[in-house]
């Protein structure tokens, strides 16, 4: 595998890696939480700011968890953001309802969504059940992206969790091997166990996907996803690869701490 290393002056905040160039990944670095909630929403606006300039809107998939926390945090009262010309997805969503604690949509909707338009946030319907509701996702992200094609989104935002798991794709899930837009997901290992996620295909297909990773409890699978040993499974974060896109990880102190190239 050919590498590229480039890298600012070490005393510098971040610095800014090109590894395995073959699926031409940036890897951003940073030294604490605020340097990446900072590094990783002004990697947002900017995308934004392209997207609008080139095409008028902005279509972005959003993640649940400690991703959420970091993306609210940091965009919420930022100035400068049209935010009408913002459409937002989600990666995957837990099957509950939206009073429930593990609803990703109500999350942002509590600490976000102040002044996005309500027919531009993309919202699971929890009264259908699982499969029912995969197919419902569908037929919305086919009002932005009509067709049969995958759709080609601007920007996927995406977590990883301790086992390597991105959206609802765990290690060893027959998931891993669908083709569709969205699935049903009813066997979740991490709860709820019913879900809906974005698959490989989709998330390969985009313009651009970062991975956002952060704490010591991370640097097992970063290490297995950008640096895997030989003759290994591949992590499911480890194989969001676009094939025309960019890929970008960023990682604080904790979750970089066991890779070999820094």
């Not at 066997?187 to 996907?209: E, Q, W």
Request: glycine share 8%; charged share 20%.
């Amino acid at each position: 595998i050919g590498l590229y290393i480039r890298s600012r002056s070490p005393t510098y905040k971040h610095r800014v890696f090109q590894e395995l160039t073959m699926a031409t990944a940036q890897l951003h670095h940073c030294s604490n939480h605020d340097d990446l909630q900072a590094e990783v929403c002004q990697f947002i606006t900017a995308n934004a700011e392209k997207a609008i300039a080139d095409h008028g809107h902005f279509s972005v998939g959003l993640s649940g968890g400690s991703v959420a926390k970091l993306v609210t945090q940091g965009l919420r009262g930022r100035a400068g953001i049209d935010w009408a010309k913002w459409h937002l997805f989600y990666c995957d969503e837990r099957h509950v309802p939206f009073t429930h604690d593990d609803s990703t949509h109500a999350f942002f909707q509590r600490e976000l969504y102040d002044h996005v338009p309500a027919d531009n946030v993309y919202v699971i319907d929890p009264t259908l059940d699982v499969s029912g509701a995969a197919e419902d996702y569908i037929r919305k992200i086919r009002r932005l992206y009509p067709g049969d094609d995958h759709p080609a989104f601007d920007l996927l935002l995406l977590g990883m969790g301790p086992d390597g798991h991105t959206c609802s794709l765990f290690p060893g899930h027959p998931g891993l091997q669908e083709t569709k837009l969205f699935i049903p997901i009813t066997d979740s290992p991490k709860p709820p166990p019913a879900r809906i996620t974005l698959t490989l295909p989709v998330i390969n297909n985009a313009k651009c996907v970062a991975v956002v990773s952060a704490g010591a409890s991370k640097a097992d699978a970063v290490k297995g996803c950008l640096e895997p040993e030989a003759g290994t499974d591949p992590l499911p974060a480890g194989q969001a690869k676009p094939t025309n896109g960019e890929l970008h990880w960023f990682l604080d102190e904790g979750a970089a701490a066991k890779l070999q190239k820094k």
